[in-house]
């Protein structure tokens, strides 16, 4: 990758993000920094890259977040009702019900429409030896390290990925904050 004034020049148009790099943008993908990649896969100057697996995980992710939120908002409304004696918060929504479901629906919805967005691929890990994985398993070769034994989900991941790249003739900027992706990527 070569360094440009003030960024890089990607090498492709071709990018990935693991779910790390969702997280930490919490997960806000019609805003914020993501609302940014979206404007570039509208116009045409990307494509982004999930995997079934990836997908999976951050609806997972999404499910447990809304579960926390939700326990959260009911401790602060239990904790705080005494606010509604004060007509700032007499009507405020603060105080209105939550369901986990709703939550966990919703942040999904969110999350499948930007799946629906122009240059967005989901890559199935169908193709993806069970073998070839659990040899690397043995082994140890990336992304297993002894640090890190279980990384069966990015193993599939990664050589899902591996495979589109072959298949397709480009390169994959893979963005994670996982060391052991970048060993792996760096073979």
């Known amino acids: 990758m070569e360094v440009v004034e003030g960024g890089f020049l990607l090498k492709s148009r071709v990018l990935f993000f693991d779910s790390c790099i969702y997280h930490s943008n919490n997960y806000q993908f019609l805003s914020k920094d993501l609302e940014s990649l979206g404007r570039l896969l509208k116009a045409d100057q990307a494509t982004l890259l999930f995997t079934t697996i990836t997908v999976l995980e951050i609806k997972r992710h999404l499910r447990e977040q809304a579960s926390q939120a939700a326990s959260a908002v009911q401790s602060l409304q239990q904790k705080g009702k005494v606010l509604r004696n004060l007509p700032n918060f007499a009507s405020s929504v603060m105080f209105d019900s939550v369901h986990v479901s709703d939550l966990a629906r919703e942040l999904i919805n969110r999350f499948e429409k930007f799946l629906e967005t ?34 069966f989900r990015d193993a599939f991941v990664l050589e899902a990925l591996k495979d589109y790249a072959q298949e397709n003739s480009t390169r994959i900027h893979v963005v994670s904050t996982d060391s052991d992706m970048k060993e792996f990527c760096s073979e």
């Not at 193709?127 to 040899?135: E, P």
């Open 118 to 151: 122009p240059n967005v691929e989901v890559v199935s890990v169908n193709t993806v030896s069970a073998d070839y994985i659990f040899n690397n398993y043995f082994e140890i070769r990336p992304p297993f390290s002894v640090k890190k034994p279980d990384e």
